[in-house]
């Protein structure tokens, strides 16, 4: 059974500093979604990492993927009060799709 | 070029009543997916279907739950005899493709409210 976990589940940090957000999965999946929640809003989709060795960026948030280690890390770069929201990963691959219990970011100014 | 639509938005009912959930997926998209989200936590899947086919209930109760993605017109999710924990928000997504190959586009979603 596909597991997935994110840590940390909460995360509090000052504007302008950098923090990762870490994404694990149980089994071999070569293809990871980052998505962002904002409060009452639906999820906008963030990064679609399809290989080994994939990284994607955009503004301050860059996205890779480490299919040896089932690993996916969610990097913030000088953070700013607007990316404060629950940060999801999910894996899939053919019938299997499991979400992460999200990240829940609060940028503090 | 619409995205997912759900209606309706925001949903009332007592216990042992029905509620029925709709989803319009992006033009052209053939895969739709239900997601579950209680408060403060993360999404579960529900189910998944293309047109007149359900692929994977998986997720989905075995009992009171039930979904179609019909020919024509949405893709409709189906509580019968609600209980108050079946309180959440409830999100659609489709997506063009294979489930997993391409990425899941969503929808705002139904906040089902149970008294």
């Known amino acids: 059974e596909l597991k997935v976990e994110q840590n940390p589940l909460f995360l509090s940090m000052q504007e302008g500093k950098n923090y990762t957000i870490y994404c694990n999965y149980s089994t071999t999946s070569d293809r990871l979604y980052w998505y962002r929640q904002d409060p009452g809003k639906s999820l906008e989709s963030l990064f679609v990492l399809l290989s080994n060795g994939a990284v994607k960026q955009e503004g301050r948030l860059m996205a890779s993927l480490d299919t040896k280690a089932r690993l996916s890390t969610l990097h913030i770069t000088a953070a700013v009060h607007d990316l404060s929201a629950t940060y999801f990963c999910?894996?899939?691959?053919?019938?299997?799709?499991?979400f992460g219990p999200g990240t829940r970011l609060s940028v503090l100014p | 070029n619409a995205g997912v639509m759900q209606n309706p938005r925001h949903l009332v009912r007592r216990r042992g009543q029905e509620a029925r959930l709709r989803c319009s997926p992006v033009?052209?998209?053939?895969?739709v997916y239900w997601y579950r989200q209680l408060p403060e936590e993360g999404l579960k899947f529900m189910v998944y279907l293309q047109k007149e086919n359900i692929i994977d209930e998986s997720g989905m109760p075995k009992e009171r739950f039930s979904a179609e993605f019909p020919k024509e017109g949405p893709s409709i999710l189906r509580i019968q005899q609600v209980v108050r924990g079946d309180s959440a928000a409830y999100f659609c997504?489709?997506?063009?493709?294979?489930?997993?190959?391409?990425?899941?586009?969503f929808g705002p979603g139904t906040r089902l409210l149970v008294l």
């Open positions: 997504a489709s997506s063009p493709n294979v489930r997993g190959g391409e990425t899941q586009y």
């Open positions: 033009k052209g998209h053939s895969h």
């Open positions: 999910a894996v899939g691959g053919g019938q299997n799709f499991v």
